[in-house]
Nanobody
Framework: VQLVESGGGLVQPGGSLRLSCAAS????????MSWYRQAPGKERELVAK????????NYADSVKGRFAISRDNAKNTVYLQMNSLKPEDTAVYYC???????????WGQGTQVTVSS
């Protein structure tokens, strides 16, 4: 089982990044997918979630209207489009997979996002 995040990096305030998480080794289309983030000295927090069929999403209040989660079940990939980035968005971003029925869950290793001028 693997969840491999990519797309992180350094961006100026107001800029955009698109994170990707490529999944392998499990039935991706059965799993709800989420992005979490953890800033230095803070607890890991949920950023966005998308259901297994892609029909429902939800977001942390702090990113509503700026971030968008999507998935492509044919490519076993989930995305996080991040716009209007702020310094407070700086964190390690993690991909998370959960099959609610069996409570199977997997984490990626994370990708660093730094928003700074």
């Amino acid at each position: 089982v693997q969840l491999v995040e990519s797309g992180g990096g350094l961006v100026q305030p107001g800029g955009s990044l698109r994170l990707s998480c490529a999944a392998s080794g499990f039935s991706f289309s059965r799993y709800d997918m989420s992005w979490y983030r953890q800033a230095p000295g803070k607890e890991r927090e949920l950023v966005a979630k998308i259901t297994s069929n892609g029909r429902s999403t939800n977001y942390a209040d702090s990113v509503k209207g700026r971030f968008a989660i999507s998935r492509d079940n044919a490519k076993n990939t989930v995305y996080l489009q991040m716009n209007s980035l702020k310094p407070e968005d700086t964190a390690v971003y993690y991909c998370y997979a959960l099959w609610t029925l069996l409570r199977n869950e997997y984490w990626g290793q994370g990708t660093q996002v730094t928003v700074s001028s």
